[in-house]
């Protein structure tokens, strides 16, 4: 889209001036429609006219989420039929290992990681199991001190026409 300004409070506007989108109205707010499917990052960037000024923004509007014990653990998708998913965790005892652990439909993963000096740890996954075109996987991070699982549906069901 193009023309779009910023209004006074910071809001994305079509303001309706020579050179600018048109709304509604003048000064109308700028609604993004969007049909995000669960763990799905979405993004969108403002870029001046001469390309100077940008500002660019990514969020997940579903998040796969789960928290246990002041930890949390999260799948954010990287493909839309979740083929490749990216795992982040933060909360954990740092330098510690803990486990990880994954489930897709019984075919089962497990091994031991070291989560970074800030109690992070992430890693990318592939969820399928062969012979099925869909399913759901289950990733839990285990430490001494908790351990949050997040259940990820997987396949042609959570694809995007």
């Keep these: 889209m193009q023309g779009l300004t910023l209004g006074e409070s910071g809001i994305v506007i079509c303001s309706g001036k020579p050179g600018t989108c048109k709304g509604e109205k003048p000064d109308a707010p700028v609604d993004l429609a969007t049909q995000p499917v669960l763990g799905e990052p979405l993004g969108a960037g403002l870029v001046s006219a001469g390309g100077s000024i940008r500002a660019l923004v990514k969020t997940v509007p579903i998040p796969l989420r789960s928290q246990d014990g002041g930890c949390s653990i999260d799948a954010t998708l990287l493909t839309p039929g979740a083929e490749l998913v990216w795992i982040e965790a933060s909360g954990f005892p740092a330098g510690k290992e803990a486990t990880f652990d994954s489930d897709s439909d019984g075919e089962r993963q497990t091994k031991q990681v070291r989560v970074d000096a800030d109690g992070t740890y992430s890693t990318a996954i592939l969820p399928y199991k062969q012979g099925q075109r869909s399913g759901t996987i289950r990733v839990t991070l ?20």
């Design 142 to 161: 285990k430490s001494t001190a908790c351990s949050p699982t997040v259940n990820l549906p997987w396949g042609r069901r959570n694809s995007l026409p």
